[in-house]
């Protein structure tokens, strides 16, 4: 049963970046893309981008191009992600998912993080 | 950019009733890649649907989704108590790949 830890809650302040690490236990972990997706309080889902670890390029949503980069480490199953520039807007509780499908293209995620809260605050 | 658009955006049903959940996109998709997921509170989403209508592993089968083109629904044929939540729909695709979530639909106790 695959199952995936995030890092703990972060407070930041505007302008500085953060990062939130992902580890995944008990499965098959290169062949499976890994997304972020994050949640504003109150708010909807958004999809941030993600990594298949063994393909080693992301994909990123348009919107957070050039402010996330999501890096894999295959040797401890880990994915990253590192936002910068963040802004109160930013904050939120950021999820890591794995894809359903091995080599799936950021299809359906059926395993879930129980997500970090980042706090954005001057 | 597709966008997911959800109705109602509450929906107020007691336990026993027929719950139908909408999900509009702008332009018509591959069924392939539409499917719903369920959020309660404090909690991270659950996949229940994927390619519009199958149902993901241990999802009971009350939970039924159909659809496709541009309109698709998500169907609970009794509700019970833990149904209660807020539902997503999600679409996949492009190049580069992106998901699209729609703005969700909290189901409430009437």
């Known amino acids: 049963q695959v199952q995936l830890a995030q890092s703990g809650a972060e407070v930041k302040k505007p302008g500085s970046s953060v990062k939130v690490s992902c580890k995944a236990s008990?499965?098959?972990?290169?062949?499976?893309?890994i997304s972020w997706v994050r949640q504003a309080p109150g708010q909807g889902l958004e999809w941030m981008g993600g990594?298949?670890?063994?393909?080693?390029?992301?994909n990123y949503a348009q919107k957070f191009q050039g402010r996330v980069t999501i890096t894999a480490d295959e040797s401890t199953s880990t994915v990253y992600m590192e936002l910068s520039s963040l802004k109160s807007e930013d904050t939120a509780v950021y999820y890591c998912?794995?894809?359903?499908?091995?080599?799936?293209?950021?299809?359906?995620?059926?395993?879930w993080g129980k997500g970090t809260t980042v706090t954005v605050s001057s | 950019d597709i966008v997911l658009t959800q109705s109602p955006g509450t929906l107020s049903l007691s336990p026993g009733e027929r719950a139908t959940l909408s999900c509009r996109a702008s332009?018509?998709?591959?069924?392939?890649?539409f499917g719903w997921y369920q959020q309660k509170p404090g909690q991270a989403p659950r996949l229940l649907i994927y390619?519009?209508?199958s149902r993901a592993t241990g999802i009971s089968d009350r939970f039924s989704g159909s659809g496709s083109g541009t309109d698709f629904t998500l169907t609970i044929s009794r509700l019970e108590p833990e149904d209660f939540a807020v539902y997503y729909c999600?679409?996949?695709?492009?190049?580069?790949?992106?998901?699209?979530f729609g703005q969700g639909t909290r189901l409430e106790i009437k």
């Open positions: 998912a794995r894809d359903r499908e091995e080599y799936g293209l950021y299809y359906y995620m059926d395993v």
């Open positions: 008990g499965g098959t972990f290169s062949s499976y893309a």
């Open positions: 990594i298949i670890p063994t393909f080693v390029k992301a």
């Open positions: 332009q018509s998709l591959t069924s392939r890649y």
């Open positions: 390619d519009a209508s």
């Open positions: 999600q679409q996949s695709g492009g190049s580069p790949p992106e998901i699209t």
